[in-house]
């Protein structure tokens, strides 16, 4: 069986990207013929190199790897790949869309506005009066549809409102500002239709944004501690928004904990990182899955699922 590991990309994820696609090729060359495949960026510069692949591993992480733009490549050309299909990955890309799916099946989720940054540049005091009205400082302001804390900025006053959206418009014209919840970050894998273990995300600084993720290693991980009935709603609530966005084979879901048991839905990311060390293959490792065993159980998935 010969598989072809697609990694690299353009997005601001390329180098995230890249410790995946290495670490699955890894895996993969013990029990297949493995092919990396380090990509441009650009859909054209994969004509030719993706056909004759028994399947293609998917280890791009956003951009137009993330947000169906290769799938639909795929699909169009009959190529067989892992993770979410075309519509499944466009829609979970965008923070907006799927927070109104998690209300769609009564999943609680921060309140939130959308702002376009160019009618933010046009009516900004407009804006930030609205704002202001809706939820009580601090918030959380990003872009709508990037991965991996980029952007984000906690914003504990109005004189940084500015700011803050500026930045998030390097990675999106769409930005999301977003009320502020006080709690725990956890974060729950989806493999297959079932759900992982919880994982608590404590970074030092006391916000897990991208430098606490990739690059201060100052974050502690370990296995939610809280009742059985609060791990298993949060469990199902999952599950839940999963299939309703017609998910497949594997997706991490991301949220807020708050001291009375709410669990306030995030995000969901239908390509999350994939290194020994990243939070879904710390889940599985919980679950008596190893990291090898892990990527395999992915393969096998897709390879029926085609």
């Known amino acids: 069986m010969k598989i072809a590991v697609l990694f690299g990309g353009a997005s601001s994820e390329k180098e995230i990207s890249m410790s995946t696609g290495i670490s699955i090729i890894n ?69 907006h869309l799927t927070k109104l799916v998690a209300q769609s099946v009564d999943v609680m989720t921060p309140k939130w506005i959308m702002l376009k940054w160019s009618n933010y540049q046009k009516n900004k005091i407009e804006l930030i009066n609205k704002d202001s009205k809706k939820f009580n400082f601090p918030i959380i302001v990003k872009p709508s549809n990037e991965g ?95 299939k309703n966005l017609n998910c497949r084979h594997y997706a991490r879901l991301d949220y807020i904990l708050d001291n009375k048991g709410n669990a306030y839905f995030l995000e969901i990311n239908t390509l999350p990182g994939m290194t020994s060390t990243s939070l879904i293959p710390k889940a599985a490792k919980i679950a008596s899955l190893d990291f090898d065993r892990l990527i395999n159980t992915i393969v096998d998935i897709a390879i029926v699922d085609q």
């Open 27 to 95: 895996v993969l060359q013990k029990r297949y013929k493995v092919f990396p495949l380090n990509w441009s960026g650009k859909i054209r510069d994969l004509d030719s190199q993706l056909f004759g692949f028994d399947l293609v591993f998917n280890a791009l992480h956003g951009g137009d790897g993330e947000n169906g733009a290769i799938q639909a490549y795929f699909e169009s050309h009959n190529i067989p790949y892992t993770g979410s299909n075309s519509k499944a990955s466009m829609l979970a890309m965008d923070k």
């Open 148 to 242: 991996s804390t980029v952007g984000v900025s906690l914003v504990k006053e109005k004189s940084e409102i500015d700011g803050a959206v500026s930045m998030a418009s390097n990675f999106s014209s769409n930005i999301l500002v977003e009320e502020y919840i006080e709690g725990r970050e956890i974060t729950v894998g989806i493999l297959g239709n079932k759900a992982l273990p919880i994982i608590e995300i404590i970074p030092e600084s006391g916000f897990y944004d991208y430098n606490s993720k990739y690059k201060s290693n100052k974050c502690t991980y370990k296995e939610l501690d809280s009742d059985s009935s609060t791990i298993r709603r949060i469990q199902d609530n999952s599950v839940k928004i999963y």
